[in-house]
């Protein structure tokens, strides 16, 4: 039972990438997903989340407008298409089980969170 992370690049500031978050072992048609990012010497923290009932979606305040969050439950996986991405956005990028509330942005309870996986690499530069 895990996830698997994939679609980190390396990309020029401005440029997209779209990364994938496939389950492995379990469904996610009724679960909740969040999609979390670490950059070198900060903490974890909250980018973008989608329920698993109507698809609403939350976001942190720095990627709305640039990033979006969907779901292919016949595919078994969730997507983070990142556009415009600039220098903060490069960070190591995981996906997780968990609630998706409308704080999710601007925190999180880490220990709501599980199956993560092993992340996926996004560096910013020209």
């Known amino acids: 039972v895990q996830f698997v992370e994939s679609g980190g690049d390396l990309v020029q500031p401005g440029g997209s990438l779209r990364l994938s978050c496939a389950a492995s072992?379990?469904?996610?048609?009724?679960?909740?997903i969040g999609w979390f990012r670490q950059a070198s010497g900060r903490e974890r923290g909250g980018v973008a989340c989608?329920?698993?009932?109507?698809?609403?979606?939350y976001y942190e305040d720095s990627v709305k407008g640039r990033f979006t969050v969907s779901r292919d439950n016949a595919k078994n996986t969730v997507y983070l298409q990142m556009n415009n991405l600039k220098h903060e956005d490069m960070a190591v990028y995981y996906c997780?089980?968990?609630?998706?509330?409308?704080?999710?942005?601007?925190?999180?309870?880490?220990?709501?969170?599980?199956?993560w996986g092993q992340g996926t690499q996004v560096t910013v530069s020209s």
């Open positions: 997780a089980v968990g609630p998706c509330r409308a704080h999710f942005g601007t925190y999180y309870f880490p220990h709501e969170y599980e199956y």
């Open positions: 072992g379990f469904s996610l048609d009724s679960l909740d």
């Open positions: 989608i329920n698993s009932g109507d698809g609403s979606a």
